[in-house]
Nanobody, 124 residues
C-alpha cells in the first residue's frame, strides 16, 4: 500500500469552510484515483467525493455544490475543499487511493491505500 498522509480538519462553525489534504501517493506516473470517505459516530463509512486519474470528479448528493475535490499534479497532493459546512458533515474524513481502473468510485473495498483520518467537527 501507498503511505497516505492527511492534514487539515478541525472545528468550524456551521457555514464555514475547511480544506483537507492528502499526500504520499508514491508511484504516480501511471495515474491514480483518490476518494474521500467519511464516518460519523454510529454510521457506516460513506463516500464523499473522488477525483480519478483523468481529473474527472464525482460527488455524493449530500455534498454536491458545497465540496470540491481537486489535485495538484505537480506536488501530487489531493485536496477536499469543504464550504458551507453543516452539522451533519461532522465526521472523521479519510482519503483513499487506488492505482487501477474500476467502474465504481464509491466502494471502500475498491481502494488500496488509506490515510489515517482527520476529524471535522461542525458546530452551531
Amino acid at each position: 500500500q501507498a503511505q497516505l498522509a492527511q492534514s487539515g480538519g478541525g472545528l468550524v462553525q456551521a457555514g464555514g469552510s475547511l480544506r483537507l489534504s492528502c499526500a504520499g501517493f508514491g508511484r504516480t506516473e501511471s495515474g491514480y484515483d483518490t476518494a474521500w470517505f467519511r464516518q460519523a459516530p454510529g454510521k457506516r463509512r460513506e463516500f464523499v467525493a473522488a477525483v480519478d486519474f483523468r481529473a474527472a470528479t464525482y460527488y455524493s448528493d449530500s455534498v454536491k455544490g458545497r465540496f470540491t475535490v481537486y489535485r495538484d499534479n505537480i506536488r501530487n497532493i489531493v485536496y477536499l475543499q469543504m464550504s458551507n459546512l453543516r452539522l451533519e458533515d461532522t465526521a472523521d474524513y479519510y482519503c483513499a487511493a487506488r492505482w487501477y481502473s474500476s467502474a465504481s468510485y464509491r466502494e471502500v473495498a475498491d481502494y488500496e491505500a488509506w490515510g489515517q483520518g482527520t476529524q471535522v467537527s461542525v458546530s452551531s
